[in-house]
């Protein structure tokens, strides 16, 4: 299944929405982390940034969630509501739960999204609206489960669930198939498919498995500065792709 096509090309917005980065660059001390990085991400597009480690994958996240300084600009245009700041969802890399933990996912989740103690008896109100967050990625079945027990594709449901709690204008995950086998990697992009047309996000990720790559609208290759950007196809074939990861080639992508 290949995902839908982008409601917004990259030739411009149109007056629709999406969000810009331009210009931006990132030094920490004297070393130059990004350099004059830009692109736009437009409602309903699906972006991949791929590029090796230590690239600035994860100071450019930090950037546009408002968690590193910068030099540059990052902005997001609606047509319905004008420049705004955009709401973002985050997903974080996966963490690891021990196999012991007590805490269950309705623990998980309602001490991350509300102000309710989790030691005490959790209100049937709490639990419903909990049930209806995990119903988004067809995860209700999951809130009584300790997250010890969980595998790396249910963990990736929750912390999905958790990041669209309220829903975003732009959700951003970080290496979210990282753990996570082969069917659990087409459910997670069967879900994002799902999820981005129902309530028209972008979405940004991270990965190191190009053999996901086809599912995607566009990819950035990242090495300090942008080396390429395109079709899947195109950025995988590129000079710049062959220098940094070698013989791995577009063959494989599904």
């Known amino acids: 299944m290949i995902l839908r096509k982008p409601k917004h090309t990259c030739g411009g917005c149109h007056g629709k929405c999406c969000l810009k980065v331009e210009h931006l ?6 070393d130059q982390i990004l350099e004059d990085v830009s692109f736009h991400l437009h409602c309903g597009e699906l972006i991949a940034l791929i590029g090796p480690n230590g690239a600035g994958k994860s100071s450019l996240f930090k950037s546009i969630l408002g968690e590193m300084p910068y030099h540059g600009t990052i902005s997001f245009q609606s047509a319905e509501l004008g420049l ?8 974080p890399q996966s963490p690891g739960f021990d196999p012991g933990d007590p805490m269950s996912v309705l623990d998980l989740f309602v001490s991350a999204t509300t102000d309710y103690p989790v030691f005490l008896p959790i209100p049937k109100a709490i639990r419903r609206k ?16 300790r997250l010890g027990t969980l595998s790396g594709g249910e963990i990736q449901r929750v912390l999905l669930a958790m990041a669209l709690e309220p829903i975003p204008n732009l959700l951003i995950l970080d290496e979210p198939m990282s ?9 997670l992009l069967d879900l994002l498919d799902q999820i981005r047309e129902k309530y028209d996000l972008s979405v940004l990720l991270s990965t190191h498995d190009f053999q996901t790559l086809g599912r995607v609208d566009k990819v950035i290759l990242l090495q300090k500065k942008i080396l390429a950007a395109g ?3 195109e950025v995988l074939c590129s000079d710049a792709f062959r220098r940094l990861f070698g013989s ?7």
Not at 84 to 91: P, S
Not at 248 to 254: L, T, Y
């Open 84 to 91: 705004q700041k955009a709401r973002i969802g985050y997903v």
């Open 25 to 30: 660059s990132v030094r920490m001390g004297e």
């Open 248 to 254: 791995q080639q577009e063959g494989g992508v599904r």
């Open 179 to 187: 753990g996570v086998d082969i069917e659990g990697e087409r459910q």
């Open 231 to 233: 079709p899947t196809g």
């Open 130 to 145: 909990v049930i209806d967050c995990l119903s988004r990625v067809n995860g209700e079945g999951l809130i009584d489960k």
